[in-house]
């Protein structure tokens, strides 16, 4: 049965903590990013930034995922962006992979490695590992759906709790989408998910788990959710302005393509595809686009704001910004 692998992060202890910059879209962590390696040139060390974006990886997905320009790229090495067709997919695990691969390698060259970005389900495989768990099987998964919807979620969750207490104990009766993936564990592997997880970090991996200690978590954490709302709402239109439905028009000249792959399934790319789809009108699309990137930037701070020991700081009040990236300078050197 294949399973996703159990990654164990590898860290050195008498090196400093890898710096980390996490927040929602639209936070300004490209841009305190690019402030720090900046500094870090002014005083002779040399930042390499590993993207930490399930949409970066996609060459010809520019625009709409808001890609560090050339000119950004070219002050600053930048890994994991452009990496990957469209047609192709990335995981959590590759992530990873590759992301404590390149920390090795860029402190064998004598450079400073920092993550960026807000995929925070990579953030979880690459500081916590992923449990062996199985990947979802589509029949039993379609014969849970039915079964749920037939008896309901609490009697499912009855269920559950005989085969597997420990895990029907955390969940409410009423998450179907946790309780059927614990029943769909079950019935894969005969094996109760508690199992799997018993040395292992929760499932999402965010639940009050303590940052390991070879990692310096900064997040961007805006207090103005009307403020950050806005800043999404001007770069959704300086997307547009720039020519972001012709970029889509391209992807889908391109006839490999469609609109079930995760790079089209990226938020923007997605409703602008259904626009040129003529499955709706531009005002739809610029309303669903929005609608999804605040969606998705509230499931950002949700995982952020469940992990313990995180140094949080508002990029809207500039006294915070200010420290946080004094402190990001601070961790150059330490």
Same mark, same amino acid.
């Given at each position: &049965?294949? =399973?996703?692998?159990?990654?164990?992060?590898?860290?050195?202890?008498?090196?400093?903590?890898?710096? @980390?910059?996490?927040?929602?879209?639209?936070?300004?962590?490209?841009?305190?990013?690019? %402030?720090?390696?900046?500094?870090?040139?002014?005083?002779?060390?040399?930042?390499?930034?590993?993207?930490?974006?399930?949409?970066?990886?996609?060459?010809?997905?520019?625009?709409?995922?808001?890609?560090?320009?050339?000119?950004?790229? %070219?002050?600053?090495?930048?890994?994991?962006?452009?990496?990957?067709?469209?047609?192709?997919?990335?995981?959590?695990?590759?992530?990873?992979?590759?992301?404590?691969?390149? @920390?090795? /390698?860029?402190?064998?060259?004598?450079?400073?490695?920092?993550?960026?970005?807000?995929?925070?389900?990579?953030?979880?495989?690459?500081?916590?590992?992923?449990?062996?768990?199985?990947?979802?099987?589509?029949?039993?998964?379609?014969?849970?759906?039915? #079964?749920?919807?037939?008896?309901?979620?609490?009697?499912?969750?009855?269920?559950? =709790?005989?085969?597997?207490?420990?895990?029907?104990?955390?969940?409410?009766?009423?998450?179907?989408?946790?309780?059927?993936?614990?029943?769909?564990?079950?019935?894969?592997?005969?094996?109760?998910? %508690?199992?799997?997880?018993?040395?292992?970090?929760? /499932?999402?991996?965010?639940?009050?788990?303590?940052?390991?200690?070879?990692?310096?978590?900064?997040?961007?954490?805006?207090?103005?959710?009307?403020?950050?709302?806005?800043?999404?709402?001007?770069?959704?239109?300086?997307?547009?302005?720039?020519?972001?439905?012709?970029?889509?028009?391209?992807?889908?000249?391109?006839?490999?393509?469609?609109?079930?792959?995760?790079?089209?399934?990226?938020?923007?790319?997605?409703?602008?595809?259904?626009?040129?789809?003529?499955?709706?009108?531009?005002? #739809? &699309?610029?309303?669903?686009?929005?609608?999804?990137?605040? #969606?998705?930037?509230?499931?950002?701070?949700?995982?952020?704001?469940?992990?313990?020991?995180?140094?949080?700081?508002?990029?809207?009040?500039?006294?915070?910004?200010?420290?946080?990236? /004094?402190? @990001?300078?601070?961790?150059?050197?330490?």
């Amino acid at each position: &049965m294949p =399973t996703e692998p159990h990654i164990q992060p590898t860290h050195v202890l008498d090196q400093p903590p890898i710096l @980390c910059i996490v927040g929602p879209t639209g936070a300004g962590k490209t841009q305190i990013a690019m %402030s720090l390696a900046e500094h870090a040139q002014s005083i002779g060390l040399t930042i390499e930034i590993i993207s930490m974006d399930s949409a970066l990886v996609y060459r010809g997905l520019d625009i709409g995922s808001a890609k560090p320009s050339k000119a950004e790229q %070219s002050l600053v090495p930048h890994h994991l962006i452009d990496i990957l067709e469209p047609t192709e997919s990335y995981s959590a695990a590759r992530f990873a992979h590759d992301a404590q691969r390149l @920390c090795t /390698e860029i402190r064998a060259r004598g450079n400073i490695p920092i993550i960026v970005g807000g995929t925070m389900l990579y953030w979880r495989a690459w500081a916590y590992g992923l449990s062996a768990l199985p990947p979802a099987n589509p029949d039993i998964r379609a014969h849970l759906d039915a #079964q749920g919807k037939s008896v309901g979620w609490p009697a499912m969750h009855a269920e559950l =709790t005989k085969v597997d207490p420990i895990t029907a104990a955390r969940l409410q009766p009423n998450d179907s989408q946790r309780v059927q993936r614990a029943l769909e564990v079950y019935e894969i592997t005969g094996q109760a998910m %508690s199992t799997f997880l018993r040395d292992a970090p929760s /499932e999402d991996g965010r639940e009050g788990s303590a940052i390991p200690e070879w990692i310096n978590l900064v997040s961007l954490e805006p207090s103005d959710r009307a403020r950050l709302h806005q800043n999404v709402e001007i770069r959704f239109d300086a997307m547009l302005q720039s020519g972001f439905i012709d970029e889509v028009k391209t992807l889908r000249a391109n006839t490999n393509l469609h609109a079930d792959l995760p790079a089209i399934r990226s938020v923007g790319y997605r409703q602008v595809w259904e626009y040129l789809s003529g499955e709706i009108d531009l005002e #739809q &699309m610029r309303y669903k686009s929005l609608a999804a990137t605040r #969606q998705l930037g509230k499931r950002q701070l949700t995982w952020l704001r469940a992990i313990a020991g995180r140094k949080t700081f508002d990029p809207f009040n500039s006294d915070e910004l200010k420290a946080a990236l /004094e402190h @990001c300078k601070q961790s150059l050197i330490k």
